[in-house]
């Protein structure tokens, strides 16, 4: 079973749109995860990070982490053709008595298309 | 503010010949990381190095070799380059910020093509 999980979609969606993407993970000794966006032909870039369970918002997007269920989502409201791009959900390393351990793990990444 | 600077953009070769990607970063970084994308895949990570003369092995290493002279470069040979390594190439650094949380910063890739 691969640590992080990622429906690659593709998923396309009308303008103005509430969009819902997520990651499942198999480890629950992690805390710490991020979303990562990729535009076509681009580096990846951080989007938001999220550490420990709920909700974390910024803007449009809201970032979710349910550690009972080892799911993280990233909702985008009333989304936008320029959110068209591949979203990747990044784990974190491992912290156990400040010392980090593991190793960062990507999602496939789900391609998303906003069209107008 | 040039961040993180990956050469070549482009490049095509013939199966069995060797190659270099430069990764440079401006950054004062210490971690840097070498990963490949390819469709479906996602990020895998190649190599990576924690400090300057330091490297270690990632997720698919074999076929791959890097080096980390200085702090600001870190660079990704191919020996003798195969089809299977046709594929976009990824370089990051990062810092840790809020204790051990780690933020990576990408070049904007290079898209190798081996024929």
């Known amino acids: 079973q691969k640590e992080v999980e990622q429906d690659p979609g593709p998923l396309s969606v009308p303008e103005g749109a509430i969009v819902s993407l997520n990651c499942t993970y198999s480890n629950s000794a992690f805390q710490y995860f991020m979303w990562y966006r990729q535009y076509s032909r681009k580096g990846p870039e951080l989007l938001m990070y999220?550490?420990?369970?709920g909700n974390k918002e910024d803007g449009r997007f809201t970032a979710q982490v349910d550690k009972s269920s080892k799911y993280i989502s990233l909702f985008i409201r009333d989304s936008q053709p320029s959110d068209s791009a591949t979203y990747l959900c990044?784990?974190?390393?491992?912290?156990?008595?400040?010392?980090?351990?593991?190793?960062?793990?990507f999602g496939q990444g789900t391609i998303l298309t906003v069209h107008p | 503010n040039a961040g993180v600077t990956q050469t070549p953009k482009f490049r095509v070769l013939k199966t069995g010949q060797s190659m270099t990607l430069l990764c440079a970063q401006d950054?004062?970084?210490?971690?840097m990381y070498w990963y490949r994308q390819d469709p479906g895949m996602g990020l895998r990570l190649i190599h990576y190095?924690?400090?300057?003369?330091?490297?270690a092995k990632g997720e698919v290493p074999d076929g791959y070799n890097v080096s980390r002279l200085k702090k600001q470069n870190f660079l990704l040979g191919l020996e003798s380059a195969a089809p299977s390594q046709t594929s976009v190439y990824f370089c990051a650094s990062s810092y840790l910020f809020a204790g051990l949380n780690e933020k990576l910063f990408f070049g904007s890739g290079t898209q190798l093509s081996v024929l």
């Open positions: 190095s924690v400090g300057e003369g330091t490297t």
């Open positions: 950054m004062n970084h210490e971690y």
């Open positions: 999220t550490y420990s369970s």
């Open positions: 990044l784990k974190g390393r491992g912290n156990a008595g400040g010392t980090s351990y593991g190793k960062l793990t």
